[in-house]
């Protein structure tokens, strides 16, 4: 699996080659085929595998959902190639990958749960939350190459900075009077 997750990472599902996965893992093209099927199924079980590993290692507290972004945020700078895959399989595996579905499934509800116990704020969707959260995380991997450009203009330059500015933008607003 160590061969065929680089390969989509790298790749992704359009230009990753089951050759070059079989090569890479000293194994044979047709059993790679007989074992898990079409190369989309494959990508499919790399990307559902990967986001299980992310889950696992990043559990949600929805009553601090800064600290969950900060935690995701380190997480995905350890493991980028499950950020790539996560951004690649958006953009060509347009479909629901069932374990993916039942993970946020139980994300959102904690978030849900939280809100309605007043913990976190309640006037965004649980769902749309959690998507807000994820894409505040990956942002500067989702961000134009011209804005990167700019990096080298600004002071927010480290790793550091910008996990602190991801978990500092959505720490619950406060209301002065």
């Known amino acids: 699996m160590v061969a065929s997750c680089e ?39 790399v990307v559902a595998d990967s986001m299980l590993e992310l889950a696992k290692a990043v559990s949600i507290d929805a009553g601090h959902l800064p600290g969950y972004a900060g935690e995701l945020f380190d997480r995905l700078e350890q493991r980028t190639h499950v950020r790539r895959l996560y951004l690649r399989a958006g953009l060509e595996r347009q479909q629901p990958i069932d374990v993916e579905v039942e993970e946020y499934r139980r994300n959102v509800a904690a978030i849900k749960a939280a809100q309605e116990a007043g913990r976190i704020r309640a006037d965004i969707p649980a769902v749309e939350l959690m998507a807000m959260v994820i894409g505040l995380v990956i942002s500067w991997d989702t961000a134009s190459w011209s804005l990167k450009a700019l990096q080298a203009e600004t002071v927010h330059e480290s790793f550091t900075g910008r996990r602190a500015a991801v978990a500092g933008l959505i720490q619950p607003s406060r209301v002065h009077s």
């Open 7 to 45: 390969q989509f990472a790298t790749y992704g599902l359009a230009g990753a080659r089951i050759d070059r996965i079989a090569e890479a893992a000293a194994a044979n093209k047709r059993s790679i085929y007989m074992h898990f099927g079409t190369k989309e199924e494959l990508f499919d079980m």
